[in-house]
């Protein structure tokens, strides 16, 4: 029981509606799953919290078609519901794919590889339309339309109106919509007491916001009154697609891997982390913030995104910690770092106010906050081994950063382009030995299993 819900364009109140509708669910009882169309980090940590279950990306740019089908069904049949929420606009893609695309007069209609209208081809599921009506009232109809008739592929079950501002507001889009013979699923009012706050890289993570409970439950009860559930919940069926298993070679070896999991690193795939467990790898969960030591006996560590700069002077008091990382590192224990882990291994953090933070030192390198935001899929090219990689691999993975290295790696790991382009971006990433892996381009595993086939195996040769 499945659907998508998309916007007419980024901004239109997604997240609010999609959080609404989980949390209306999971308080009646039921059982759902969630997903998020693209490369995100953030939402779906809200996701998890209200469903207490793990968010799933679907990417096609970062996995693949096959995939998104497979990780999709796998999941969506533990449970009851499962709803999708969309990225950006319903039909904006990455501008490059496979796909066969439908005539529109004498051309062909621009590709949406990777947007969520691709993801809702893919898993044959109907799609729930947010519009923000804050400034409309009878174009209301044209938007919906036009979305409605712009790719026959697409089910679009309905429209969710968001921002109404008064009874005769809604009247008038009521009105202006009812040719269309098209369902109006949700009115949500203008909900100035329901916030969610953000900061340069999007919303702020749910483990910084103590108050969350409070707003979850709001919108629980958004949820109950401003849908229209005798509509709805028929909508929330979907036929199963098959299910291509792929077995994984599993280790017989013990393997202890330290994941760095606090307020200052929490970006990481749940995929990711399954699949170093189905390849025999025991999670240990530790905070670089909180911890006055590593964990014991571990063999590997990784280090994901998040949000270092923010809490920089705690992570360089925490000195003990610090030396006891850059000394397992030059031990030669086998280490990922991304994008924000990759700053935490700086010699320091350069934060927006232009303050030094001393780092863990092992990159000879700092990174500095600044004004311009890093943003795109990138298709990177080994330039040498690495922990992850061979020389000559191409993988495809997410830059989302406003941070930049003061100085360059003398051997740079990667020559990056942007993924819709061969045009050479730069150079990018430190492997200085064989045993470390730290770039700013975030990786999903889902398709490329020999990457965490080769860090576990480079962690249980570690003595």
């Known amino acids: 029981m499945s659907i998508v819900i998309a916007g007419e364009r980024s901004g239109v109140g997604k997240t609010t509606v999609t959080l609404a509708l989980l949390a209306s669910l999971c308080r009646r009882g039921a059982v759902v799953q969630s997903f998020k169309v693209g490369p995100d ?7 998890q919290y209200v469903t207490n279950r793990a968010c799933r990306n679907l990417d096609t740019v970062l996995t693949s078609e096959s995939y998104v089908q497979q990780c999709f069904t796998r999941h969506s049949q533990e449970c009851e519901y499962a709803l999708v929420e969309g990225v950006m606009g319903l039909f904006d893609g990455v501008g490059h794919g496979t796909e066969n695309q439908l005539p529109v007069t004498n051309s062909q209609l621009p590709t949406d590889f990777g947007s969520t209208a691709q993801v809702a081809r893919l898993l044959d599921i109907p799609v729930i339309l947010v519009i923000d009506c804050s400034r409309l009232s009878g174009s209301v109809a044209a938007i919906a339309h036009g979305y409605c008739s712009f790719d026959a592929r697409i089910k679009i079950a309905g429209v969710v109106l968001n921002r109404v501002g008064s009874d005769r507001h809604l009247s008038l889009l009521k009105d202006s919509l009812k040719p269309l013979q098209l369902p109006i699923l949700g009115v949500l009012r203008r909900q100035d007491n329901i916030t969610i706050p953000d900061r340069h890289l999007g919303l702020v993570p749910s483990d910084e916001l103590p108050q969350l409970s409070a707003v979850i439950n709001s919108l629980a009860d958004l949820g109950d009154t401003c849908f229209d559930w005798d509509q709805l919940l028929p909508i929330l069926q979907s036929k199963s697609l098959p299910i291509t298993h792929h077995p994984l070679p599993i280790t017989h070896h013990p393997v202890k891997i330290a994941v760095a999991r606090d307020r200052a690193f929490n970006f990481y795939y749940q ?33 994901g995104g998040g949000f270092p700069e923010v809490f920089a002077q705690q992570l360089s008091t925490n000195t003990h910690v610090r030396d006891a990382v850059k000394t397992a590192i030059l031990k030669g224990m086998p280490t990922i770092a991304e994008c924000g882990g990759l700053m935490y291994l700086c010699e320091q953090i350069i934060d927006f106010e232009g303050k030094s933070w001393s780092m863990v030192g092992v990159l000879p390198t700092s990174a500095q906050m600044g004004g311009s935001l890093t943003l795109g899929y990138r298709r990177a090219v080994a330039l040498q081994d690495s922990l992850l990689v061979g020389a000559g691999t191409n993988v495809y993975g997410h830059e989302f950063h406003r941070s930049r290295l003061i100085s360059p790696p003398h051997h740079p ?7 819709d382009c061969d045009e050479n971006m730069g150079y990018e990433g430190w492997s200085e030995s064989l045993n470390l892996h730290a770039s700013y381009v975030h990786l999903h595993w889902g398709e490329s299993v020999e990457l965490p086939q080769r860090f576990v195996q480079e962690c249980i040769n570690f003595v």
């Not at 980090?41 to 996701?47: A, E, R």
């Not at 790898?281 to 280090?303: C, R, T």
Request: without cysteine; proline residues 6%.
């Open 41 to 47: 980090y953030i939402d779906p940590m809200f996701h």
């Open 271 to 303: 995929d990711n982390l399954d699949l170093l467990q189905k390849l025999g790898a025991k999670l240990v969960f530790w905070s670089p913030l909180e911890d006055a030591e590593l964990p014991q006996d571990i063999q590997g560590m990784y280090f």
């Open 413 to 419: 790991l990667f020559t990056t382009s942007r993924y």
